[in-house]
């Protein structure tokens, strides 16, 4: 199977409010900036892949929106209704069977375009169990986070600093639109959502979009890339069905995706052969918990890691330099795709003050969102 690898990545910086743009201007800009990174044209790529929901766009079969702005018109174009990840696995997937060259992921967000995104979260709710008692869709995640913080003994003040963490971090993201110094006490005194997830302890939401040229390693070659960041492993994974069968205190999903992608790089002990890590936390308690999901801690307490530095630019193992969702900003299926091109622009040596002095391997991990168990993961490496 062919060996495949970044060949460019595009982004629209992340912000709260893009009233001046459409969702298809933003998608330009992002393809153009891909393109001219890739070094190639529109007409060289040869399958493209959108992420995005149907019911977050206000319309069915969304990628008959998408050609014409990525320059894909008569070209093999399909929509993936998941993460960013769930897109980069399978256009990675489709060059490894070797019909494929060059493949592109696009992955946007016009967050606010959306009057009531809770809403549109209660359509994935049981139909007969939660959808009609009117609950805010959130309260799963206040379930999850106390079911969490018992199995663990994390309390809330470490979920905080969990949050005033990504959002530090992402003052030096210039991509990020929630940048901000913050104290723990700050975070645990805004308003309460779900007992005891606080406001503070939510991304909000950011409108931007993000392209990713992916391609086999003799196109990559031929491109004259001095260094080039590789796919080495991938998994994706479906786990719990409903929210009566959840294992609440774990991220399930997240435990057999790394699983599947460390077995595919070959990786035996993660906490020593990763040298960063970018994983989902649209809740702050879920940096904690997909943390000990893609096994970083080697069996040691999260929130004491955090608390003594382990996750920090200048620890042992850092953990969301980018910000992640708490500072980039909940962009439902492009945030993992704004942490993948960090993460490689890391591994190119290109992340200027959040710049790590000599990283080789890194691992991104992701989350579909309330109220699914699905998730994804990819291990990223250099030359």
Known sequence: ??????????????????????????????????????????????????????????????????????????????????????GVISVAMQIMTGMFRIGVVEAHSKASNVLNHLKILELALDPVYLRHTGVDPRFLAGLEMRAYMEASGIDAESVARAATHQRTNAIWNPLAAYPGKFSPDDVLLTEVVAEPLTEGMVAQPADGAVVVVLASEDVIRSQKKNQAVWIEGMGFYTS?????????????????????????????????EISFAEVDSRYAYKMLQHIEACALTDGRNPAQLLRDGFFSKEGTLPVNLSGAHMGI??????????QLAFAADQLLGRAGRMQLSDPYRCIIQSWRGLPTRSGATCILSRD
């Open 1 to 86: 199977m062919s060996k495949v690898g970044i060949l460019g990545i595009g982004i629209v910086p992340a912000r709260a409010l893009s009233s001046d743009v459409s969702y298809r201007e933003l998608i330009f800009e992002a393809a153009v900036k891909a393109y001219e990174d890739a070094g190639i044209e529109p007409f060289d790529v040869d399958t493209f892949v959108s992420v995005s929901e149907d019911f977050n766009e206000g319309v069915s079969i969304f990628d008959e929106y998408v050609p014409d702005q990525l320059g894909a018109v008569l070209k093999p174009v399909h929509t993936i209704s998941g993460d960013g990840l769930y």
């Open 240 to 272: 719990e069905p409903s929210f009566d069968t959840w294992v609440w205190e774990r991220a399930t999903y997240a435990e057999l995706s790394a699983r599947k992608a460390y077995e595919m790089a070959g990786i035996s002990c993660p906490s020593k």
């Open 329 to 338: 900003g909940m962009m439902e299926e492009a945030t993992a795709l704004y």
